[in-house]
């Protein structure tokens, strides 16, 4: 068919470009709402490092890149230096790295990853103390005046001290530490939920108990944190202290090796910064843990083993007694188990019941004396 000239259809090249002239708009709106929301996100940074000095922590970056275009915002920190003039003495931290992660249409989620090594030392001083891991990681939900949730997860974690020789202060195979703001309670009644998990964690330093790899799900709630504005940690426990802050352990488990112990009980300060409180702990194993709270030690030329205050009693009525007896130590020792608590049966394991008190940091665990805790503030 063929149409007259003035008759013939016109071709519209404005709809075959209206496609491409839409994505070219589309883009560069999206790139403007990008780098607005960088600025944006460079300058939350600064306020939070204007924040946090302001509590006597101090935070810098050797260098500080902003990427991830078209659709994430990448907070890039290179040597890292933290300053916390809020505890005594001071701590200062090096840190390689800290990428920080948030998704342009979910900015209220922050995820950071960090990359060590970790070096703690006293301002201007030789580290005392080193931290690695091969993966540590937060995230954090919410806002500065509503927050919802933080998490903390890090991977073949490893602490150890300065000094050649040492033990290492801590490992774990894997760590987690979770808060979540419980529903409707911000901000006239907090309540933050807490939860620990730790997975072959082993702190050799702190005895013999701790030598041995455990594991830990410890399940918490923090009653009386009014507030999350920056501030040196002592006054932060202050007004803790006096708003009538405590901890409530809802349920703890620690495994290690045949050892079993769960705990419930609630803690907290007294006015002179030291711990008050009970946990109930229900310990199935126990005979290996009661030597070393009760004393448990070697003589330097004897080399025998005196467990407990029961085998140092009769050593002050007798002297000699103790040593003779060392030999049987072990089975002593589980033979207090019953003077300890109540037996109960945890999870198909024969244990006791056994209360754990702190009174004004005087620790206590049944009716062994432990020593004192020191002060938080």
Known sequence: MTYHAELEPRRKPWLIAMPLAFV?????????????????????????????????????????????????????????????????????????????VSQVWDPKLLIAEFTGPLMASEPGQPPYAT?????????????????????????????????????????????????????????????????????????????PYTRDPLDADILAVLHGMKDLAPKPLPVRLREWQAAGGRLEIQKARVAQGEALTTATGTLALS??????????????????????????????????????????????????LGARLAPQAQSLAAGLLGLLGPPVEIEGKRGVTVPLRF???????????????????
């Not at 009970?278 to 843990?289: F, I, R, V």
């Not at 206590?364 to 503030?377: D, N, W």
């Open 131 to 207: 931290a690695t891991w091969t993966l540590a990681q937060a995230s954090v939900r919410g806002t500065p005046a509503m927050p919802e949730r933080a998490s903390i997860v890090a991977d073949d974690l490893k602490l150890d001290g300065a000094a050649p020789g040492n033990p290492p202060l801590f490992n774990a195979k894997h760590a987690e530490f979770h808060a979540r703001i419980q529903f409707g309670s911000w901000p006239h009644n907090p309540a933050v939920d807490l939860a620990v998990n730790l997975n072959a964690a082993t702190a050799p330093g702190l005895g």
């Open 271 to 320: 006015p002179r910064g030291r711990v008050d409180g009970a946990l109930q702990l229900n310990a199935a194993g126990l005979e290996k843990l009661l030597p070393t709270l009760t004393g448990e030690r070697k003589g330097a030329s004897s080399g025998l083993d005196r467990a407990g205050p029961a085998l140092n009693a009769l050593d002050r009525a007798v002297p000699g």
């Open 24 to 100: 070219l708009v589309l883009a560069a709106g999206w790139s403007a709402f990008w780098y607005y929301a960088a600025r944006e996100a460079a300058a939350r940074v600064n306020d939070w490092q204007m924040q946090q000095a302001g509590a006597g922590r101090v935070f810098s970056c050797g260098s500080q890149k902003v990427g991830g275009f078209p659709f994430r915002i990448e907070v890039r920190c290179a040597d890292v230096a933290v300053e916390l003039k809020d505890t005594q003495p001071p701590v200062a931290l090096k840190l390689k790295e800290i990428l920080v």
């Open 359 to 377: 009174t004004d940091g005087a620790a206590s665990f049944g009716p062994i004396a432990l020593g004192q805790v020191p002060a938080a503030f």
